[in-house]
DNA sequence: AATAAAATGTAGCTAAGGCTACATAATGTA
DNA sequence: TACATTATGTAGCCTTAGCTACATTTTATT
């Protein structure tokens, strides 16, 4: 793949398939917190009867303030309602994003386990993974999972 | 990044895994950046000769401010050596990265590619999976790949 | 050599997502 | 009920990583 030198003015933006993988790999960061929270608040909710603030610094790996600034954010943007000093709830959105990241973190996890992947192991790259595979990708491991 | 000391709660659910596995997650956000940098730097060099922070900006799909900003941090972090108006090289310790991150990104597109997934994709996902890969993630893709 | 263009650098803004320290509300217990 | 503990909230700081606007340096062209 040719960039053109300094000199010449590149007629078509050449690494334009990079430039473009990786702009959409930040754009799913951008979404990764949101699925993270919602799965959380999901997994507490159904666990527990309800999720709070505490439970999901816990089970996020972060502090409390943390947690909190972060919902108020997704709020925000739909995904849960809150009020101070009460439980977190999703909105329906939420429970819809939640359900989504549930079936694919499943598959992601079963998929690399069949791939002879320690359970453990498979968890924490399935946790890095997942946000990142696309429906082309997921139903291409979901395939070779029914095989 | 540090783990938050919470009172010792009785039940240490699964949430500890889960914890660990964000926690290991956000960790490797961190080393994302130098990662697409080197790549970018290496791939740089050895098509065009040199570096420059024009090329970066259009290969990375970002400004030439942002890739001035994250070159010095790089260079504190001792992957890459700048100077002003100069072009850009990696040291030692950059090499060796970028040469771990070329090596990890041809197998997990091959692998994507090998299960049916269309180049365009793979390239795309491949993007945000390859910095999630383990060694032993990456050496079952590559075992997959020669059956 | 002078000027135009391109590349690089700098200042300063935004937002997310970490944190500590401290303040207040809710809850459990003596 | 009073008090201690836990949970939640707030203030303010840090770093990364985007950006625009503008300044300076280097390179190309006339």
Redesign the pocket.
């Known amino acids: 793949m040719k960039t053109p ?3 010449a ?1 590149p007629a078509v933006r050449p690494s334009a398939l990079q430039a473009e993988s990786l702009q959409h790999t ?1 754009r799913e ?2 979404s ?3 699925e993270d929270y919602v799965e959380a608040i999901a997994d507490l909710s159904a666990s527990q009867g309800e999720a ?4 999901l610094a816990r089970r ?7 947690v ?4 108020a ?1 997704l709020q925000r943007e739909g995904y849960v309602s ?6 977190i709830f999703l909105t329906d959105s939420g429970r819809k994003l939640a359900a989504e990241c549930h079936h694919r973190h499943g598959i992601v996890v079963a998929f690399l386990q069949s791939l002879g992947i320690p359970e453990k192991a498979a968890e924490i790259d399935a946790e890095g993974i997942e946000h990142h595979v696309s429906p082309v990708t997921l139903a291409a491991f979901a395939k070779h999972l029914n095989r």
């Open positions: 030198t300094r000199s003015k930040r960061h951008a990764e917190t949101a709070r603030v505490v439970d996020l790996g972060v502090t409390h303030v943390t909190n600034r972060t919902l954010r809150v009020r101070p000093y009460r439980a």
